[in-house]
Nanobody, 126 residues
């Protein structure tokens, strides 16, 4: 079982930047593909970005493509989400997720990920 702990959330002004981190423990980190999801009040949890085990493949939702970058450091057991040009509609609780299943693509649905962090709040003020 892998444990995931997110950090880096907080309040930021529109147009600003923020970097989220997710530290993993408990299992070899390189055995997991990783994803970031977010959930705004009253809305379903949605895919934001994903990255393969080696970091060689990434995938982004259309709403963040070009503004957010996912990366990972397997030596530090950490996945990152760099968020630039933030908008008020990016306000949400951001969750880190992991899957040990070897998919051929970077998967984008919540059911594909078996492990979740507790979430970190990101609030973008206008």
């Amino acid at each position: 079982q892998v444990q995931l702990v997110e950090s880096g959330g907080g309040l930021v002004q529109a147009g600003g930047s923020q970097r989220l981190s997710c530290a993993a423990s408990g299992r070899p980190f390189s055995n997991y593909a990783m994803g970031w999801f977010r959930q705004a009040p009253g809305k379903e949890r949605e895919f934001v970005a994903g990255i393969s085990r080696s970091g060689g493949r990434t995938n982004y939702s259309d709403s963040v493509k070009g503004r957010f970058t996912i990366s990972r450091d397997n030596t530090k057991n950490t996945v990152y989400l760099q968020m630039n040009s933030l908008k008020p509609e990016d306000t949400a609780v951001y969750y880190c997720a992991a899957t040990a299943i070897l998919y051929t693509t970077v998967v984008v649905t919540t059911v594909d990920y078996g492990h979740w962090g507790q979430g970190t709040q990101v609030t973008v003020s206008s």
